[in-house]
């Protein structure tokens, strides 16, 4: 009887070690890291959350280091200080600048990652902002030509007199490389917040879909919409993100036409692309942005691989077919759908 209960005492204690084991596998472990000139937020769930979240960590650190435009020795200031030189660069440097010369040709030049001397003339870089004259944006806008950025294996040259910078598609990579270091490490649940670029693994430890807020760009402490996904990126561009006013009243805001170097004015003030990939997803919410709402539906309707959600200027929510059942609206905009094949 004795050894019964013994033995009883020690099942219930192998069980209460199992539940709390498995309990604590739920249990969400979280990190926040200033990076990139933005606050990021992680929140991984499972048995490698911890490790996984030391790594990205790391990881994020190592990109902002290889990727910044400030940064002295970062891949990218070697670059714009060579003089016209080919500079050898990570794998990463490699991968992006060619990304960037791909979406140039891909989004017929709306996304352009040497629009940078504009971008920098403006303030944007150093919160120094002016309104530049229309010389000066001439002139400078004389070296902005994405086509002339040529890519080796490990190797990137610009001309003497021209400069990039990746901002508009660092993060959304990040975000990538980030899902892979959670999915090595066995995460199956995970949820990144990177200054706003949203990145999920898999669903909630329950089973359903991550509900992700898409902020209104008219008034940007409320949300427009919430969307449902479950292993997805949903990357907004949005004109309040990054803006000043000029002394003649008029808002500038940080995302610049390649076509004018002007800010983006071309009937959107946000774009939320979703899709599997942060760096597509990243490329073309700057570039549908530039784009406008016209061009911007065009290119939708014949890239089915991703959805997105516009607003226009004029006040509407326009949202792709494949999001219609996932999107609520809790906005008083009106809402249309773009419908595709
Ligand atoms: P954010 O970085 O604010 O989340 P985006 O992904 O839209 O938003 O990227 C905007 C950044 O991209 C700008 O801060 C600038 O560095 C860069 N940029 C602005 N206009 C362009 C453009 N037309 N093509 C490529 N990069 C751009
Ligand atoms: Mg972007």
């Not at 790594?55 to 020795?73: F, G, K, M, N, Y």
């Not at 892979?180 to 999920?200: T, W």
Request: charged share 25%; glycine share 8%.
């Amino acid at each position: 009887m004795r050894k019964l209960l013994l033995s009883l005492t020690a099942l219930a204690a192998v069980m209460l070690f199992a539940c709390s084991e498995a309990k604590s596998d739920e249990s969400a472990h979280e990190r926040d890291v200033f990076a990139m000139d933005t606050f990021m937020t992680m929140k991984a769930y499972g048995s490698g959350a911890e490790k996984a979240l030391g790594s990205a960590e790391d990881r994020i650190h190592e990109l902002e280091d290889e990727l910044s435009v400030t940064e002295q020795d970062s891949d990218i200031s070697r670059i714009n200080s060579a003089g016209g030189e080919a500079v050898s660069v990570s794998a990463d440097t490699a991968l992006l600048v060619e990304a960037g010369v791909s979406y140039w040709q891909e989004t017929a030049g709306a996304l352009d990652i040497s629009v940078y001397p504009v971008l920098a003339e403006w303030g944007f870089t150093t919160g120094e902002y002016h309104v530049p004259d229309a010389e000066t944006i001439a002139r400078l806008l004389e070296k902005v030509n994405a086509g002339a950025v040529e890519v080796g294996a490990d190797t990137v040259q610009i001309p003497a007199d021209s400069m990039i910078d990746l901002g508009a598609l660092a993060k959304g990579y990040t975000g990538d490389e980030i899902m892979a270091i959670f999915r090595d490490n066995g995460v199956k649940s995970a949820m990144i917040s990177l200054g706003g670029n949203v990145q999920a693994l898999g669903s909630k430890p329950d089973g359903s879909d991550w509900r992700v807020g898409i902020k209104d760009p008219f008034t940007p402490d409320t949300n427009m919409c919430v969307v449902s996904i479950s292993d997805k990126a949903v990357v907004t561009s949005g004109n309040y993100e990054r803006y000043f006013t000029g002394d003649d009243g008029t808002v500038y805001w940080h995302i610049i036409d390649p076509k004018d170097g002007y800010p983006a004015d071309n009937g959107l003030v946000s774009v939320t692309v979703i899709g599997d990939s942060g760096l597509r997803c990243d490329a073309l919410s700057t570039a549908l942005f530039v784009a406008g709402t016209d061009e911007a539906q065009t290119y939708l309707r014949e890239h089915t691989d991703v959805d997105a959600v516009l607003v226009t200027d004029d006040g509407r929510l326009l949202y792709t077919d494949g999001i219609a059942d996932k999107l609520e609206n809790v906005s008083s905009m009106p809402a249309e759908v773009i419908a595709r094949d």
